[in-house]
């Protein structure tokens, strides 16, 4: 019994350790000085986000005998997930320390650094059996948080909603694990693909897939297990809104690579091709379909960010290291961008309580600076140059058309084209605050100085990522 | 006669369908959770019985089953908590009640 | 030759241009007056040096000292534009017996009109028209785009200035621009002719292509080929430039040779330009521009460039006699046409703009009928002849209408009656015009109408019989308008102004001159200057005397009519017309040509093609982009139901994708 | 070849299984269907004990019909008033539910069976896992030993905790 | 990096965002765009000076100035720099209607500053176009040019602005996504089997690897793409409707500048990557912008809005723009290259003059108004030389274009391409037409409204707009040869080689 082993998990325990902090800190601070929690842990974690890029915490390792990993790749996506977490702490400091809320707020942070650690682990894990712990951990606490606003109906709504969708997907992913474990006999990564190399295909492996499939597009919400996403992000509190939206989808989406590529990669033109073609297509057009109609800010994204986790998974389809780099290539801008905007939908949210596309006609009258905001960020998600968005979907794009069938051409084309349809719901809200001639019903205000750092690195990462070349190329080198 | 795998794998399989079913049908959230509890159950039961029959000589199918019924208590536990505060604001467990967020 | 003096020609009308274009306003009227007389006067002097150098000097360059053949002299050649290989625009300046004289023809007409428009353009207070000087910088214009056309050295440049000639003749016609009828006359001619143009410009492209040379002197020189050499001898030919024909006579298009279509559609150009039917009809509205501009381009100048084009490329068109007939029966029609329509019009410009329509129409039949082996190509020499004739009494004739019009302040000629009286030098003048081009003994009309004669006669005598005809006619209709004009009773009252007189000095005198050049231009031994293959003959020689008598009674005839029905007012022209109302009514309205333009462009173009495609491109194209917007946007509707709002129904779709996932792709793969 | 006692120990659990699960979705009273699906996880706990995991039917036992259903129970009795029966179902969901079960049926019955070979094997021979075994594995590093999930099934607990008193709480 | 004078073109419109970024009131706004823009049009003056030096000095490689920095060296992106003839011609072009659009918005309200953001925005992704040879970074700057348009029009717009907006910024983009998926597919054939793949046209047009099957999938993908930029037949609605909504200084641009990027594109990349199926397939395309060209001309001799007039003849001009680009000869092509830069001068002028009538008289609908000559006699004569030009006046630019072009189409002998040059040829009529028809009605004839007699002539820096552009236009026409041989230069032989032609 090595128990150094434990000293591979350093990011892990550090988190752990921060958690703990929060928690005492939250448990026994004296009442008055309970409003500098949220202070404390968004400088707590700022450390830990830095140490993070620490290059002692790099080096490859497979610890608990090939139960858990840690690379290179695998510590820059959790600092990518760090630098989101970060800012969505940043952002929930406002929100957390209103009234209906701060009595809580202690319990928001321990949520968000648990629920954070179930990611790491989902992303770390080299075992069904501690990525289903990770998953869970990711997912339950979350289901408190979207409950958290107890003065808002809709709140509940979509906490029983989340709930309810994420254990039912649990029991079937579950399922199609058991069948996996059945075919294979093992829940180690290494020996199932070793297994799986050598059996091919078969129908149970098929529906085993296509369970563990939906049980992680669950979290990503792809279509069609989507459909708790948009009730979800419309009832939950925002800053949960903007940690489920970029965190909980990015760590999937990496979890989703990894276990496809690492456990499945073998079986990838005879299993899941066709299928994730078929889920690419599927999410990227009635997310945007969806996504058209939509006027409430908050479940617009939601529709916006459901089409954009098709974009995701073409860098999972690619299957090489240029799709890898391009999948937290994308994260990270996806990270920025999004929350520039739920930044600016917080922002508002908190001054006026107006989530309303109407209600931001006219904005850049009134508050040019969040229009400003909120227009890059449109533009990033959208694809505009010289945005960091551009690249990040260029990439993706080249990194899919790099695995070189025709149907990979025709599939990115099929995005392509519904970029189009994503543009015009994103200009939709440019327009709504630029072009608009109505009268703004959004008088001018302050946003508190968290929101503005919160939107200041946003705004600094959608205008640099892109064209500040080292971050692309950093990821492409681990990557290779 | 011969207790094949089988056997108990088809039981486990229309146990997880009856959860289905009941988790579709059902309107009381709780009895959702019931059906739930159904189909995980069906789940421990499949690692079991591929542990025992395939791989006898390891025991991850059973340990996976272990921790799947903690993790199963744990989703119980936040649900009902979920489910409570719901019925404490809106007096009512119904499913069919909360639809207030659609299209 | 220097070339100072051939640069000077084209510059200062273009000078003059800039100059009174932008700083017009900035000047007295009347400087800009005299600016614009005095450079078109320095041009006419620097044109008749050049002409009287060309064809007096006898240098080596001018005239082959042995044969006494007059040649192609180009005295500049500027690159333009390189396309490929040898195919280049050029700008420069060709020297021939027909440039010669047509820079001669061009500049005394433009300085006439520079002169008589000092008076014309101003109302009888003297005072001067709003405009006076973009007048003069128009007639600049117009003069500088002429005179490049006729010096054009290749048949690109000619398209290029020709182009500005139908430009500038945009802008003249819509002086008055804010008459709407003057507005759509300048419209109509631009567009009647640009749409020639179209066939000049593919004729151009087709015989550019398969000559690969855009000169006249390659194109000249080789479809006379060795045997002729007469324009050869500016080291015209590039290599296997001889072969040129061999390959472009061989390509069939259609049943004709290539060289055939090419030539047909060059002379389309020509058609527009000289008003040739069917393309005529812009031709009397243009008449709604100032007078003078009517003399200037519309009879004397821009009108005969079709003449002149079909001229310059006459060695050519020798090789394809299909094109020669093409254009003697649009020429033969034309002429019998507008001799028709002529004698039935109340408009005295329309009058004259019919007649010169007729007259040239003589000159195209004259090319048409023209070939070397009758008279040694008598009718080329006959239509330049004509053409020189043409251009001074037909200038005269309508400058004499403007002095009238300026007088009287009215087109027509009910308004005018027995103007002789009042208008002494304007009635012995236009009488002089009316003699000369009906063809009277000794005015020089006589001369050159029955070379032309002569040349219909070497071809064919129904051509022959058919042009006697017209020139009857032609005699006809101008002494109705004589008689017309100036005698019948005259009008008791000119309500409003003082009765009508003789113009100022700076008209009449222009008036003066060309009675007198019309008197004497006959007699200018014209064989000598002018022939298709510049070798000079004794025009004497070929003078029949029996074709001169037979032309000289038909026009008397035409006269004798004339007098009697139209020296008094009686009751024989109505009668006439009441005798054959249908011809009469169809003559009056030009044979209802301009309905039928009207029908076709309006009916056909206007609401047939331009509203459906312009319906077409919003509903149909416009309506499908729209229409993708459209399916989104209902498709995203459609599936909102998927959205219900229920969790089980969520959970239901998962389990079911997820099902339909696995099942169909097993299903697939295995 | 088994023997008969082994046979008809199966076909009891089995059909408990099947019947009780079938009465746990369909009985209108939803305390009943609470007890029903305590019989089902007594059966479950039943067929690990036949299958030779006497450690882990204990946890069953302790942990879902002990514990789990005790809460269900609570649950049940805070949300519904006594005699509280459900109303009828609407047809359309219980032929949407009706689908999603035979269709999974189905398809996974079809996957399994499709394995046949698989499927077909009979019970081997295995010793019963020792306690010492289960513990060893339960606090070892090495491959097929579970500290890490072990550990962090706690952090899984703790957040869970923390969640249920944030959402159980009364402000 | 900043030793390459390229990068000016990009640095000094970046620079001139900074500084509209401080500026306080609009006349520092005004000086900061004009003096940066004349600085533009002094650099690119420059350079077509010292390209040409540099050429008859004997130069003979296919771009020069060529530079490349680096970028994401994994995936062979570079800054790559490099510009020939063409890119020359179009930088002085882009430079001298940025000035003059800058003059034409001297007095744009409301919200200065934010209109010179983005026109500058705009512009810097012109010019990092035209200067790009890394098919990377043309495509980014393509894009960077073509969104700034959406806010242009929609904030200071006039008319249906918001769907035209729309209409505009969603077609292009379509277009664009056709273009990313060709441009993609042609760096992972840009070098054969084995070899290093690159981005940089030159180099992939030596490699000269992809196979012609691959071509047939990329040609049109990028062609058309492209030319949705280029307004090619079906996909042209939306100018019309984005020209007839955008302010004065955006039409010009857009229609002067930025829809030259779609024939340019459709030069340097489709057709000089891809000259086979370029080939094969032009059939297919010279049907449509044939058609394009007459159709335009026919939808513009009924419109009766001014700016649609001017929009459906950009179609009929770009379609000829396409046109002779598909004619796959130098001839035609250096007409091709000069129907740009003429139509791109020409309708920035008519552009320029529609929105200083537009802002005089408040309509654009012809029926309204009359006798203008009368009213603004500057403004209308200038009109009048625009449409000049437009139909084809020798002397003015739109004349050598055209007939460059068709004397080039002319080298084809069989009859397919014999009768789409005719039937293009046929334009120079309808365009006529139209262009009588709105000067007729517009200008001449007599004053429609009385409200108007009231109104001015132009001021000083709408003439000095005007005048820029005349000069422009006027100085195509009259030296045409100094263009030709500027632009013919530049047509790499082996393209054509490849073709069998010249």
């Not at chain 3, 428009?117 to 910088?137: C, K």
């Not at chain 5, 965002?17 to 003096?35: D, E, F, P, S």
């Not at chain 5, 700057?141 to 249906?160: D, K, Q, R």
């Not at chain 5, 005719?422 to 009588?436: D, F, R």
């Amino acid at each position: 019994m090595d128990y150094t082993q434990f000293l591979a998990m350093k990011q892990e325990i550090w988190l752990l350790i921060a958690f703990i902090f929060v928690f005492l800190l939250d448990t026994f601070m004296p009442k008055k000085d309970q409003d500098k929690v949220g202070v404390i842990c968004c400088l707590l974690f700022g450390l830990l986000t830095l140490r993070g890029f620490c290059p002692t915490v790099l080096g490859d390792q497979l610890a608990f005998g090939g139960m858990y990993e840690t690379s290179t790749v695998i510590v820059n996506i959790k600092n990518i997930l760090n630098i989101g977490v970060l800012i969505v702490m940043i952002q929930g400091l406002r929100w957390s320390a209103q009234d209906m809320v701060k009595i809580r707020r202690g319990e928001f942070y321990e949520l968000l650094l648990a629920t954070l650690f179930g990611m790491y682990l989902m992303i770390s894990a080299r075992h069904f059996l501690l990525f289903v712990i990770g998953l869970e951990t990711a997912s339950l606490p979350l289901a408190a948080m979207v409950a958290f606003d107890k003065h808002r109906y809709e709140s509940h709504e979509a906490a029983v909603k989340y709930v309810l969708t994420a254990v039912f997907s649990s029991a079937v992913f579950m399922m199609g694990l058991s069948y996996v474990y059945g075919l294979t006999g093992s829940l180690y990564f290494s020996n199932i693909a070793t297994a799986l190399t050598a059996q091919g295909s078969s129908w149970l492996l098929i529906v085993a897939l296509a369970f563990v499939i939906a049980g992680i597009g669950f979290k990503l919400s792809l279509v069609p297990f989507h459909l708790w996403t948009a009730d979800v992000y419309q009832g939950a509190p925002t800053p949960v809104t903007s940690y489920l939206s970029v965190i909980s989808k990015g760590a999937a989406a990496f979890a989703f690579l990894v276990i496809l590529w690492q456990v499945f990669g073998s079986v990838y033109s005879q299993a899941w091709e066709w299928m994730m073609y078929a889920l690419i297509i599927l999410t990227i057009t009635v997310g945007n379909l969806f996504a058209i109609r939509q006027r409430n800010m908050k479940r617009f994204l939601a529709f916006s960010s459901i089409s954009q986790a098709g974009y995701i998974m073409l860098g999972i389809e690619a299957m090489n290291p240029m799709g890898l780099s391009a999948l937290m290539f994308y994260i990270l801008v996806y990270i920025f961008s999004n929350l520039a905007a739920f930044g600016v939908i917080g922002a508002i949210e908190n001054a006026t309580g107006k989530v309303y596309m109407q209600d931001y006609n006219g904005l850049y009258k009134t508050n040019p600076r969040l229009a400003f905001t909120m227009m890059l960020a449109m533009f990033s998600l959208a694809g505009i140059p010289p945005f960091a968005g551009f690249f990040s979907k260029f990439f993706i794009f080249t990194g899919a058309i790099n695995q070189g069938s025709i149907a990979i051409y025709v599939l990115v084309l099929i995005a392509l084209i519904n970029t189009i349809i994503s543009l015009y719901y994103y200009l939709l809200v440019v327009k709504a605050m630029f072009i608009s001639d109505e009268e703004s019903t959004v008088a001018k205000f302050n946003s508190s100085m968290s929101e503005r750092v919160a939107m200041w690195i946003c705004v600094a990462g959608i205008l640099c990522l892109g064209i500040v070349s080292c971050v692309y190329n950093h990821l492409l080198a681990i990557a290779a | 006669m011969d207790i094949t795998m089988i056997y108990y794998l088809v039981p486990a399989l229309i146990m997880f369908c009856c959860g289905v079913y009941g988790f579709i049908t059902r309107r009381n959230m709780i009895a959702m959770l019931i059906s739930l509890e159904l189909m995980l159950n069906a789940v421990d039961i499949n690692f079991v019985v591929f542990n025992r029959y395939l791989f006898p000589g390891q025991m991850e199918g059973m340990f996976f089953t272990l921790f799947a019924i903690a993790i199963a208590a744990a989703e119980t536990a936040i649900s009902i908590a979920i489910i409570i505060n719901v019925y404490r604001s809106v007096k009512n467990v119904k499913v069919d009640d909360l639809t207030e967020m659609k299209n | 030759m220097e070339v100072t003096i051939p640069v000077l020609i084209l510059a200062i009308p273009l000078l003059m241009f800039f100059l009174l274009g932008l700083l017009g306003k900035y000047m007295s009227h009347k400087l800009a007056g005299i600016l614009g007389t005095a450079g078109m006067g320095i041009t006419l002097l620097l044109a008749y040096f050049t002409a009287f150098t060309y064809f007096f000097s006898g240098a080596p360059d001018f005239v082959d000292a042995q044969t006494g053949q007059r040649l192609q002299y180009i005295v500049f050649n500027q690159d333009w534009l390189a396309f490929y290989n040898n195919l280049v625009i050029r700008i420069g300046f060709l020297l021939d017996p027909i440039s010669a004289l047509m820079l001669v023809v061009i500049t005394t007409i433009s300085f006439m009109v520079h002169l008589y428009s000092n008076g014309y353009m101003r109302d009888h207070h003297g005072v001067y028209e709003r405009g006076f000087q973009r007048f003069y910088a128009f007639l600049s214009l117009f003069s500088f785009s002429m005179l490049g056309l006729v010096v054009a050295t290749n048949i690109f440049q000619m398209y290029i200035f020709w182009e500005l000639v139908g430009a500038s003749s945009y802008l003249l016609i819509g002086f008055y621009y804010t008459k709407p009828s003057a507005v759509s006359a300048s419209k109509k001619a631009f567009i009647v002719t640009r749409f020639a143009d179209l066939g000049f410009l593919i004729g151009i492209l087709i015989l550019s292509f398969y000559t690969g040379t855009f000169n006249f002197t390659e194109f000249t020189s080789a479809a006379v080929g060795e045997s002729g050499n007469l324009f050869a001898v500016n080291e015209a030919t590039a290599q296997g430039i001889s072969n040129i024909f061999a390959t472009s006579a061989a390509p069939m298009f259609m049943g004709a040779s290539v060289l055939t279509w090419a030539l047909v559609l060059i002379f389309m150009g020509g058609m527009g330009k000289s008003a040739m039917l069917p393309l005529h009809i812009w031709l009397p509205d243009a008449m709604e521009g100032p007078t003078p501009v009517s003399a200037l381009i519309h009879a004397a100048t821009m009108v005969v460039a079709g003449v002149y084009l079909v001229a310059r490329l006459f060695p050519l068109y020798l090789m394809s006699t299909a094109a020669l007939d093409i254009i003697t029966v649009v020429g033969a029609l034309t002429a019998f046409y507008a001799a028709m329509v002529a004698c039935v019009q109340i408009d005295i410009k329309r009058v004259l703009a019919f007649s010169t329509i007729s007259q040239i129409a003589f000159m195209m039949v004259s090319l048409g009928v023209a070939r070397p082996e009758f008279h040694e190509g008598l009718g080329y020499m006959a239509s330049m002849f004509h053409m020189f004739t043409h251009a001074m009494f037909k200038a005269l004739l309508f400058l004499c209408a403007g002095a009238i019009i300026h007088a009287v302040g009215s087109n027509d000629y009910t308004e005018m009656h027995g103007l002789r009286k009042h208008m002494p030098v304007t009635h012995i003048t236009f009488l002089i015009g009316c003699l000369a081009i009906a063809g009277i003994i000794p005015f020089s009309g006589f001369f050159s109408k029955d070379e032309i004669l002569s040349a219909c006669m070497g071809n064919s005598w129904l051509a022959y019989l058919w042009m006697s005809l017209v020139a009857g006619m032609t005699a006809f209709y101008m002494f109705r308008l004589y008689y017309l004009i100036f005698w019948w009773k005259e009008h008791k009252i000119h309500a409003g102004h003082h009765a009508p007189h003789d113009q100022a000095w700076t008209m009449t005198l222009p008036l003066v001159i060309l009675a007198a050049v019309t008197c004497v231009a006959g007699f200018i031994p014209f064989g000598n200057l002018v022939s298709w293959n510049g070798e000079p003959y004794d025009f004497m020689a070929h003078f029949d005397w029996s074709i001169a008598a037979v032309s000289l009674i038909v026009a008397l005839v035409g006269i004798g009519l004339a007098t009697v029905m139209y020296r008094k007012e009686n009751p024989m022209p109505a009668k006439m017309r009441n005798a054959l109302p249908a011809l009469w009514n169809w003559c009056f309205h030009r044979f209802y040509w301009d309905e039928l333009y009207m029908f076709i462009t309006h009916k056909i173009i206007f609401n047939g093609i331009c509203k459906p495609i312009a319906w077409f491109d919003r509903r149909i194209i416009d309506g499908s982009m729209d229409g993708l917007a459209y399916i989104s946007n209902k498709a995203s509707w459609a599936i909102r139901g998927l959205q219900s709002g229920n969790v089980q129904t969520y959970v239901w779709i998962y389990l079911l994708g997820a099902l339909l996932l696995g099942a169909i792709t097993a299903i697939c793969v295995i | 070849m088994e023997s008969v006692g082994s046979i008809i120990m199966y076909l009891i659990i089995a059909l408990s299984i099947i019947v009780f699960s079938v009465l746990t979705v369909t009985s209108r009273k939803i305390l009943r269907a609470a007890t029903y699906l305590l019989f089902t996880l007594f059966a479950t706990a039943a067929l690990y004990f036949k299958l030779d995991y006497e450690f882990l039917g204990a946890v069953q036992i302790a942990v879902y019909a002990g514990g789990i259903v005790v809460l269900f129970v609570f649950a049940i009795l805070l949300t519904s008033h006594p005699g509280h029966s459900s109303e009828r179902l609407v047809s359309k969901k219980r032929a949407l539910g009706f689908v999603a079960g035979v269709a999974t049926l189905l398809v996974a019955g079809y996957a399994l069976l499709s394995r046949c070979c698989m499927a077909m094997t009979s019970l081997p021979e295995m010793s019963n896992p020792t306690m010492k075994q289960i513990g060893e594995a339960m606090m070892g590093t090495g491959e097929g030993q579970y500290l890490l999930p072990f550990e962090a099934i706690s952090v899984l607990l703790l957040a869970c905790i923390i969640g249920g008193v944030v959402v159980a709480r009364k402000r | 990096m900043l030793s390459n004078i390229l990068i000016y073109f990009v640095v000094i419109p970046l620079i001139m965002l900074a500084g509209l970024a401080l500026c306080r009131n609009i006349k520092q706004i005004r000086t900061v765009a004009v003096i940066g823009s004349l600085a533009l049009t002094a650099l690119s003056v420059y350079l077509l000076v010292d390209y040409l030096g540099l050429r008859a000095a004997g130069a003979t490689a296919p771009m020069l100035y060529t530079d490349s920095w680096s970028w994401f060296p994994q995936l062979h992106i570079n800054m790559a720099v490099g510009v020939d003839g063409i890119s020359v011609a179009m930088l002085v072009l882009s430079s001298i209607i940025l000035l003059t659009g800058s003059f034409a918005s001297w007095a744009i309200n409301p919200m200065p500053k934010e209109f010179f953001l983005w026109l500058i925005l705009l512009s810097t992704g012109v010019f990092g176009f035209f200067i790009s040879i890394d098919l990377f970074t043309m495509f980014m700057f393509y894009e960077v040019a073509l969104i700034p348009m959406y806010l242009l029009i929609g904030v200071w717009g006039s008319g249906n602005k918001n769907y035209s907006a729309m209409k505009l910024t969603l077609m292009l983009m379509g277009g664009s996504a056709f273009l990313m998926l060709g441009l993609i597919g042609i760096y992972y054939h840009s070098a054969p089997e084995g070899g290093e793949l690159t981005w940089n046209l030159l180099q992939i047009r030596e490699n000269a690897a992809i196979d012609r099957g691959w071509q047939y999938f990329l040609f049109p993908m990028t062609f058309v793409g492209f030319g949705v930029l280029g307004a090619m037949f079906p996909f042209h609605t939306w100018s019309p409707d984005g020209h007839a909504s955008a302010p004065t200084a955006v039409s010009m641009l857009h229609a002067g500048v930025l829809m030259k990027l779609g024939g340019y594109g459709c030069f340097r990349v489709a057709i000089y990557l891809m000259p086979e199926a370029a080939h094969d397939l032009a059939w297919i395309f010279l049907i449509l912008t044939g058609v394009s060209v007459v159709y335009g001309a026919f939808s513009a001799c009924v419109q009766t809005d001014l700016k649609y007039i001017n929009a459906y003849s950009s179609v009929s001009h770009c379609g000829l723009v396409l046109f002779a680009i598909l004619m796959l000869n130098t001839t035609a092509m250096t007409g091709a290259i000069m129907q740009m830069l003429s139509h791109g001068l020409m309708t920035a002028l008519f552009f320029a003059l529609i929105g200083m009538i537009y802002g005089r008289t408040h309509t654009r609908d012809i029926r309204m108004m009359g006798g203008l000559m009368k009213i603004m006699p500057f403004l209308a004569v200038c009109y009048v030389i625009a449409g000049m030009a437009s139909l084809g006046l020798p002397g003015l630019s739109g004349f050598v274009a055209e007939m460059t072009i068709f004397v080039g189409s002319f080298e084809h002998t069989d009859m397919f391409h014999r009768v789409f040059t005719i039937v293009a040829c046929c334009s120079i009529v309808i365009t006529a037409v139209y262009i009588l028809r709105v000067v007729g009605k517009l200008l001449l004839g007599p004053v429609q409204d009385e409200h108007h007699l009231a109104l001015t002539d132009a001021t000083w820096w709408e003439r000095t707009a005007t005048v820029t552009l005349i000069i422009s236009v006027a100085a195509i026409g009259c030296f045409p040869n100094f263009f030709a041989n500027l632009i013919k230069f530049t047509f790499s032989p082996e393209i054509f080689a490849v073709i069998g032609m010249n």
